[in-house]
Every structure is written in structure tokens, then in C-alpha cells.
Nanobody
Framework: VQLQAFGGGLVQAGGFLTLSCQAS????????WRWYRQAPGKQGELVAS???????NYADSVRGRFTISGDNAKNAVYLHMNNLKPEDAAVYYC?????????????????WGQGTQVTVSS
């Protein structure tokens, strides 16, 4: 299983970006998705999560500005980020939790994507 994250870039404060994360492989299903971020010198932060049933949760720092959505059929997750602030700048990572594979449908595994850099200029 591979997770490919993309969509990061440089944006001005107040702008928007959409991050995407696509899982590939012999996947039966993904129980939930998470987006994390890591900024230099700061502790990693869970930004948002979504379950297969579309239950979402957000960090207080992004609630109301970010929206997480998923596509179960495509095994993909998205993070729509609006009104970006300089403090949102970080490397963003996606994670697929509870992944069932065709080759081992009774086992659940977690997988990480590579990071995508978000830079916000003030």
C-alpha cells in the first residue's frame, strides 16, 4: 500500500489550498483517515480526521477553516484549507487507519503518506 499526498504549496495569508491523499494497492476498505502536521520546532498536531461513515473531528486551531472529506470508492481523503494563517505552515501528512487488504481481509494496518509542504506568507 502506498499513500501519495499532494497539493501543498505557497499561499498568502487568507488564501486557500486543498490537499489530497490517494491510497493505492489491493485495498478492501479504510476505516478512517487523519491529517497531521508538523512545523519546525513544534509538536506534531492531529489536524482533522474522518471515519468511513463520514464522522469528522478537527483540532480547535483549524475548526471552521478546514474541511476534511473522503472518497471511500477512490480510497482518498482531502483537506480543504481556507483562510490560511502563517501558523498553519507545516508539513502535512495523511494517515490511513484500519486498512483491510484483499490478501489479508481480517487484518487491519495503518499507513502513512509522505509529507506535503504548506507555506503561508504573511
Amino acid at each position: 500500500v502506498q499513500l501519495q499526498a499532494f497539493g501543498g504549496g505557497l499561499v498568502q495569508a487568507g488564501g486557500f489550498l486543498t490537499l489530497s491523499c490517494q491510497a493505492s494497492g489491493n485495498i478492501v476498505s479504510v476505516d478512517s483517515w487523519r491529517w497531521y502536521r508538523q512545523a519546525p520546532g513544534k509538536q506534531g498536531e492531529l489536524v482533522a480526521s474522518i471515519t468511513r461513515g463520514d464522522t469528522t473531528n478537527y483540532a480547535d486551531s483549524v475548526r471552521g477553516r478546514f474541511t476534511i472529506s473522503g472518497d471511500n470508492a477512490k480510497n482518498a481523503v482531502y483537506l480543504h484549507m481556507n483562510n490560511l494563517k502563517p501558523e498553519d505552515a507545516a508539513v502535512y501528512y495523511c494517515k490511513a487507519n484500519g486498512v483491510r487488504l484483499v490478501t489479508s481481509p481480517t487484518s487491519l494496518n495503518d499507513y502513512w503518506g509522505q509529507g506535503t509542504q504548506v507555506t503561508v506568507s504573511s
